[in-house]
């Protein structure tokens, strides 16, 4: 039988970091805190990116097949802390946040380190949340900087 608190006790000690994954379907954008991120292969570069079944951003994901992923930096609690609320709740995230359009046409946070813009290759659905394999197809960064790390946070998403 799963021993479910050791599962839960090993499981969040799987380092992440903090990304904005930024969504948009025609002309609407959203975003959402994301952690459960990594990189899948050199060439072609892809990245997954594991998205809540539930959430409006899944729902654009699929609808538009692209997703960019915004790098916070350390001490950027507050903007990681903005985009874990969902939609349906708070309303548009991107209101009082500075942002531009990428390539995809996604919304990439302009006070970020950098990002990477992908467009879904793949997806397995299984669980509560889907694991959208994506193609990185443009990348930038803005300045040099430490990455923004779960650990860093007493946040929890996991286990
Ligand atoms: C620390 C933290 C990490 C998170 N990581 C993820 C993640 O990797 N994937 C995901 O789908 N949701 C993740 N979430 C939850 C989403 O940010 C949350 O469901 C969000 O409200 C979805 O917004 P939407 O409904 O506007 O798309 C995380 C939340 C927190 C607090």
Not at 23 to 40: I, L, P, R, Y
Not at 71 to 96: H, I, M, S, Y
Request: proline share 4%.
């Amino acid at each position: 039988m799963l021993d479910e608190q050791a599962k839960k006790t090993i499981l969040r000690k799987i380092p992440h970091g903090l990304y904005i994954c930024g969504v948009k379907e025609g002309e609407e954008v959203n975003g959402f805190t994301a952690s459960w991120v990594m990189q899948a292969s050199f060439k072609p570069p892809l990245v997954v990116n594991c998205v809540k079944q539930d959430s409006r951003s899944h729902a654009m994901i699929k609808s538009s097949g692209v997703f960019v992923l915004s790098f916070l930096e350390a001490g950027q609690k507050d903007l990681a802390q903005k985009f874990f609320q969902p939609q349906r709740r708070v309303g548009n995230k991107f209101d009082d946040v500075e942002f531009y359009l990428g390539e995809t046409g996604c919304p990439i946070i302009s006070e970020a380190l950098g990002y990477v813009e992908c467009r879904v290759v793949g997806a397995v659905e299984q669980g509560d949340h889907t694991v959208y394999v994506g193609e990185v197809i443009a990348a930038g960064t803005h300045r040099e900087g430490e990455p923004l790390l779960l650990e860093s946070t007493g946040w929890q998403y996991g286990g």
